[in-house]
Nanobody
């Protein structure tokens, strides 16, 4: 059974930091890109960041550039999202996803986690 499990969400004050983790299990994700998306109530799912299988290529939404950093471990099992200088508008459920292309399009990703809540208070 393929699983992507996120952790690390929580409540933080504006200006604070959080580090999200995504653990992949159940199959090999060899060659897969990994991404983070977020969704808040009443809004569509929004691309946040993505990283290639090699880790050498990354993409970021303009809204998080310079504040968020995506990375993955050497074993390619874990993916991380370091979030700094958090703002109230970053409040959302954050989900990780795996797909065969490095893209900002949710439909291109085949596997999804359940998500972890991030709440940023002002």
């Amino acid at each position: 059974q393929v699983q992507l499990v996120e952790s690390g969400g929580g409540l933080v004050q504006a200006g604070g930091s959080l580090r999200l983790s995504c653990a992949a299990s159940g199959r090999t994700f060899s060659g897969y890109a990994m991404a983070w998306f977020r969704q808040s109530p009443g809004k569509e799912r929004e691309f946040v960041a993505a990283i290639s299988w090699s880790g050498l290529l990354t993409k970021y939404a303009d809204s998080v550039k310079g504040r968020f950093t995506i990375s993955r471990d050497v074993a390619k099992i874990m993916v991380y999202l370091q979030m700094n200088s958090l703002k109230p508008e970053d409040t959302a459920v954050y989900c990780c996803a795996a797909g065969t292309r490095l893209t900002e399009t949710p439909a291109e990703y085949n596997y999804w986690g359940q998500g972890t809540q991030v709440t940023v208070s002002s």
